[in-house]
């Protein structure tokens, strides 16, 4: 059989291929390792781009489960802990937001220790059988994905990497909340000092996910709060309708296809 579009590798074959990568990553930390005298690593339970999650347990009180993202510390990653750590720290007790408990250095590898959550909408979502969710769900889960994104909004960040997999619900009792995690690659928008929006990049770099990213990333161009509500949009018709119809394109692609395309259109 020949191959029609040879060299090309879809985007969902390149999330499989990371997944898989990760999955092959050896594990950062052993069972039994205690952090910072009282918080000892279970075992691993996900694996992201950049991090490694852990459940872990409060040796102080056995009954709370608690999870440990930890990373390397490289330039990269390390960057991308500091600003998850001071985001997390900073939306402390936000309803949306996981609750981080400390965090830390252990030999060559950073941690942040929160509040175990449930799975995350990508999971949940392959475990369905009709592989999405209903209207009524997708629904509860926007309204609670746009409070929480106004309180990242409010502190004067975007996002940036709205995604299902970057939405988890809450464990056991707590399984009609909605958190939305992976603080990484957020970003200021709003000057600290003076309260009003920083100047506009003339060139900035591709940042997120293809398949959820809104127009303006494709151009290279600034993002703004408005830019994670396209992103949200795009995550709410893929998981009422089981896909987007840009799922098997490039980049680029993606771009032209969000330019052209009747956004009403998608809900069909
Ligand atoms: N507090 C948590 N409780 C349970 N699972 C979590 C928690 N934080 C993250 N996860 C899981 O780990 C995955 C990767 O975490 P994330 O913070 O998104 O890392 P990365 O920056 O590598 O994408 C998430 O998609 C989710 O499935
Ligand atoms: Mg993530």
Known sequence: MTDKNPGKSTNAQEAKKKREVAQAVSTYLESGTILLNKYQIERRIASGGFGQIYRVKFQKAENITLAAKVSRREVAHFRRMILEQMILTKLRGKKHV??????????????????????????????????????????????????????????????????????????????????????????????????????????AGFRGTARYVSVTVHDRKEQGPVDDFWSLLYVLIDLAEGSLPWRQQHEEATGNMKREIIIENLFM
């Open 98 to 203: 996981p609750m981080i408990i400390a965090s830390g250095n252990y030999k060559e590898f950073m941690f942040i220790i929160m509040r175990m959550l449930g799975p995350d909408l990508a999971r949940i979502r392959r475990k369905t059988e009709q592989k999405r969710f209903s209207v009524p769900t997708v629904l509860q889960f926007g309204i609670q994905a746009i409070e929480a994104l106004k309180d990242v909004h409010d502190r004067g960040y975007l996002h940036r990497d709205v995604k299902p997999r970057n939405f988890c619900i809450g464990a056991e009792n707590d399984r009609h909340r909605f958190y939305l995690i992976d603080y990484g690659m957020t970003r200021r928008f709003i000057c600290e000092k003076s309260g009003v929006p920083r100047a506009p990049r003339r060139c």
